[in-house]
Each structure stands twice: as C-alpha cells, then as structure tokens.
C-alpha cells in the first residue's frame, strides 16, 4: 500500500478521527513526539516545535541512507515543522500565540523549564482555558528525581524491567529499542484523550504529570504486590517462564527459531501430543502451569528435540494442525513478506523527497470508519515555520525581524 503525500506536505484536512484537534509537539527523542505520532496517525494536525540551532536529536538517531535519517521519516511523520527558540523574547511570544490556538501541547524539557521562559501551563491556559498540557520527563513533576535527566534505559533499569530480563545465571538485560519510550507514548496518548474527554464535560483542560518510569512499571505484572505480600521478587528465567511450561525458543533443522506458549493448559497437552510424548501429560505436576513449570528441563527436552529434527515450516505447519501456539521467531525480512501483515495493512509505504519510496509500520489499529492516514514521512526543520508563523497573524516583515534576531 503506498500513500501519497499532500501537495504542501501537510496533513490531509479533515481526515481521520481525531481531525480538527491542535496538537503541539515540544518535546524531543522519542516518548513524547511518538505520542504525538500517534495522534497524528489518527487525524490530529501536529505542529512539531524545534529550536532553530538544535532541532530534534531524533533525527540523527540511528540508521541513515545519504545522510537522511531513517528514524525521523517515521516519528516526523503527519508533523507541521517549526522552528521557535522559546528561551528567546520573539520565540516565547509566538510559542504563547501557537498554544493559544491548539488543544495540546506536548513537552519534556526539565520540570520548571517552561515556568523559567514564562511558558508555564498558569501562562498558556490563561489564554487557553481549554488547553491541556502533556508533561513527559523521566520522573515526572515532583519528587527527589525530578530534576534528574530521564531516558527510556532508567525507566527499563529502574521499573524492575531489567532486573527480571536475561539468563538465570546472567546480567540484567536491556532491550535493543525504546521499550518504555514506546510504552509512555501509548501511555501518554492514552492521558491526553482522557484530558479531553474530561474538557467535554467541563470546558476546562488540564496537565498530564507522565513519568517514563511509571508506564513500563504498569505492564510488568504483580511484582510489587508479590513483594509486599510474600516478600520475594520475581527472578529472571531468560526465555522461560515460572507460571507455565514448555514456554521458550527452540531451534529448527534449517538454522530458524520458533517460539512456543502454552499458558493454556489445553494448549499444553497438545503440545506434548504433538511431539510424541503425552505420557508427560499423564503426570500429576503437569495439571498446573506452574508446577509444569518446576519440570522444565525435561518439557524443553521432549520438545526442543522433536523441532531440532525438521525445518520451520515443517514445525509451523504441524502445531497449526494440532492447534497449538506457536510462532516463528521474524526479523525484518520476514516481516515484509509475511502475509498476516499483508492482510492488516500493518506496512505503509510512502514517498519521501529524500528517500523515495519508504517502507514503514502504519497506524496502531484498524477504526471501521475512520481509517489513520500518514500523509507524508518526517520533513525538514522548519519547513512549515514561515506558514504556521502567517496563520498566527505575523506579517512577512514580522517573520523576517524574528529571524534576523535568532528566534526562529
């Protein structure tokens, strides 16, 4: 599917469920301009605000082609680009005019930043009861860590993600990507809509207070009750599991991997079924998922030999017919062509001035009627500064003087 992009560049007006909401994006990396990514999938019109002499470090992060940046093509994407230096007289007066206009404002620099250049939520919402401001640090607005700088990697380290992440007899493990980063984007999506929601019902929007380090904390099960309860902590297993068994990555005669689940009890007999040993199932420890999981070497054993003797398809196919799960383990390659992501839709291609033709991953999900839409991949700092400046009401003179003074 490719998707062509708009004449000026811009968002497609008036399309997608979220058409006509404002959204403002301040912020820098990835956690808060993924937010607004989301939100521009689903139709928002985003104004992206970098300072005129250190525009988004994003856009040099990661792998490029000719000098133009891979990663930004998506996170810029559906973004209006301006440049505004907000520490400066000219640049906080414009930013002030752009808030009042918009329904969003998204932003991460250090707590008290804003307040500091008189950007503060007091300031903006004065002219802009309705706003709502989107503050995404690595530890939120208050407490003892407030002021410390706040990357995905802390939040992985210190939301318990890493303790419990790698071989038994291994490190803590990170992940290769912006696991929470990519987690408070959703998250931080997810506040803005409620913020919303709650302005429908009184007029009045609000701050979001996102802290990187809460979100991925959340989604990582019931450690801290388990702690306060039994006062254990959860260990880490590498690819195992302490709730169920067999549960890991097995190798196949062709050099692949899949990967193997059986939280379902059900899911389990017919597991070892298909591998020629249903007497394991026969066993009383084998009733429970956790008790499967106490005899884990010798589930790994029955299985991992049984797919060690046939090629990936051959695995594939077999536990399909028998029901069981199991998927096998992609890279990129594999995603492109698979055709589950085909039928979804899941890969966007779109034209990009630079690139040409770009493969990238579409929206998060499928609305019956009102479909996302990426109109055009990430564009350059400031392309839209002069348009977004005459929409706020400053003539070409008043542009002209802006710039000559650094502040755009």
């Avoid at 959204?23 to 970098?50: N, Q, R, W, Y």
């Avoid at 932003?107 to 802009?128: I, K």
């Avoid at 990170?174 to 959703?186: C, R, T």
């Avoid at 003797?309 to 399909?320: I, L, Q, S, Y």
């Amino acid at each position: 599917m490719t998707e062509s992009s708009t004449p000026e560049g811009s968002t497609l007006e008036g399309s997608g469920a979220l058409a006509g909401l404002r959204v403002i994006d301040a912020s820098t990396l990835f956690a808060g301009p993924m937010a607004a990514m989301h939100l521009g999938d689903m139709g928002a019109e985003v104004i992206k605000v970098e300072h005129p002499r250190r525009p988004d470090p994003s856009r040099g992060h990661g792998p490029s082609r000719d000098g133009h940046n891979l990663w930004w093509a998506t996170l810029g994407r559906n973004k209006r680009t301006v440049q505004l230096d907000l520490g400066s007289e000219g640049g906080a007066e414009a930013f002030r005019r752009l808030a009042a206009s918009a329904d969003v404002v998204i932003e991460n620099f250090r707590p008290d930043t804003l307040e500091r250049w008189g950007l503060g939520y007091e300031a903006l919402s004065a002219d802009n009861p309705g706003l709502v401001l989107a503050r995404v640090t690595g530890f939120g607005q208050i407490g003892p860590y407030r002021r410390r700088p706040g990357f995905g990697t802390l939040a992985e380290a210190m939301s318990g993600f890493a303790a419990m992440t790698g071989e038994a007899d291994g490190p803590p493990t990170l992940p290769p990507f912006g696991l929470a980063d990519g987690i408070a984007s959703l998250a931080t999506a997810f506040a803005v809509m409620v913020a919303l929601h709650s302005r429908e019902r009184t007029g009045l929007g609000q701050v979001v207070d996102l802290a990187i380090v809460e979100p991925i904390l959340a989604l990582l099960g019931p450690q801290i009750s388990r702690f306060q309860q039994l006062g254990t902590v959860q260990a880490r297993t590498g690819n195992r599991s302490s709730n169920n068994a067999p549960r890991n990555t097995y190798a196949t005669a062709d050099g692949s991997w899949v990967a193997v689940s059986t939280s379902a009890q059900s899911i389990a007999e017919r597991v070892m079924t298909l591998v020629g040993r249903p007497d394991l199932a026969q066993q009383p420890w084998f009733a429970a998922g956790s008790t499967r999981a106490e005899h884990a070497d010798e589930l790994d054993e029955a299985v991992g030999s049984w797919i060690a003797a046939r090629p990936r398809a051959e695995v594939v196919a077999a536990f399909e017919e028998a029901q069981a799960a199991i998927a096998p383990i992609y890279d990129a390659s594999d995603i492109a062509v698979d055709p589950q992501f085909a039928a979804l839709g899941t890969i966007r291609t779109l034209e990009d001035p630079n690139l040409g033709e770009i493969a990238m991953q579409g929206p998060l999900f499928r609305l019956s009627r009102d479909a996302g839409v990426i109109a055009h991949t990430g564009r350059a700092p400031g392309a839209d500064t002069d348009a977004v400046l005459a929409e706020l009401g400053y003539s070409a003179d008043e542009i002209a003087a802006l710039r000559g003074a650094g502040s755009v």
